[in-house]
């Protein structure tokens, strides 16, 4: 069974920072990106940044505040986020992309989510 988990989010001030995780468990032949997608209270999910590789993809909203990594031995993506927002606020979700078995299909999976909120 594949699991996603996210951790580290939280209530943070505007200006300060955050440290996502996101470890993908189970069975994983070949990751193919790994990434972060957000959904603000009445608005549809979006991409915040995505990884495949060594080439990072970021929302131009996030575009030199964020910085997305990974550690591939351990299948875990990171998103450092910096001089956070309140428009940031949302729901992160975890998001892999990635082949079971060496002839299995190439699926999308994601986590359930984690709340940041950014307030004064």
């Known amino acids: 069974q594949v699991q996603l988990v996210e951790s580290g989010g939280g209530l943070v001030q505007p200006g300060e920072s955050l440290r996502l995780s996101c470890v993908a468990s189970g069975s994983i032949f070949i990751m193919y990106t790994m990434g972060w997608y957000r959904r603000a209270p009445g608005n549809q999910r979006e991409l915040v940044a995505t990884i495949s590789g060594s080439a990072p993809n970021y929302a131009d909203s996030v575009k030199g505040r964020f910085t997305i990594s990974t550690d591939n031995a351990k299948n875990t993506v990171y998103l450092e986020m910096n001089s956070l927002k309140p428009e940031d606020t949302a729901v992160y979700y975890c998001?892999?992309?990635?082949?079971?078995?060496?002839?299995?299909?190439?699926?999308?999976?994601w986590g359930r989510g984690i709340q940041v909120t950014v307030s004064s």
């Open positions: 998001y892999a992309r990635f082949r079971r078995t060496v002839l299995g299909d190439v699926q999308d999976y």
